[in-house]
């Protein structure tokens, strides 16, 4: 019985120590929760779009990358207003995600930006968005497509 139990024994240790990252479907149990998850139908013609969603971690993580088969590429951005105007940059180092603390990616604000869009995103469909965190596991989202709610405090971004 014992020479059956170490082979079982190795191989649970050889999973467990796998650097394999697993995605974790939205809805089930996560380190990092994520609620909200829009992006905007693209026009004719334009092959870039911005998304938002809301973001909880359980511990302080950061928010590395976002992955999605309908971009060629995606950043996360940061918004701000600069010598009065807004200006827009990829945050490289990923988004900081404090610890219990609700992060809003939102117009006007951080957000995500898909850029070499391949086919126009239209209301009514969903982009699947894979979040990429430093600690957590991976969260995977359906965004819809449509208008991101906005508040008098948002800053229109037009993107």
């Known amino acids: ?44 013609g334009r092959k870039m779009t911005g998304c938002y969603l809301t973001l909880t971690a359980g511990a302080d993580d950061r928010l590395l990358s976002i992955a999605t088969p309908v971009a060629g590429r995606v950043e996360i951005h940061e918004s701000k207003i600069e010598s009065n105007m807004m200006m827009m940059r990829e945050l ?7 610890a219990r603390q609700v992060v809003e990616l939102k117009p006007g604000g951080n957000h995500i930006m898909l850029l070499a869009v391949e086919n126009p995103l239209v209301a009514g469909q969903t982009v699947p968005l894979t979040l990429t965190f430093a600690s957590a596991p991976p ?13 008098e405090d948002d800053v229109y971004a037009a993107h």
């Open 139 to 151: 969260v995977v989202v359906q965004a819809a497509v449509g208008q991101p709610k906005t508040t």
């Open 92 to 98: 490289k180092e990923g988004l900081p995600l404090p």
């Open 1 to 44: 019985m014992n020479r059956t139990l170490i082979p079982i024994a190795a191989f649970a240790l050889l999973a467990a120590c796998s650097n394999e990252p697993k995605p974790v479907p939205a809805g089930e149990q996560s380190a990092v929760a994520v609620t909200d998850a829009v992006c905007r139908p693209t026009p004719a």
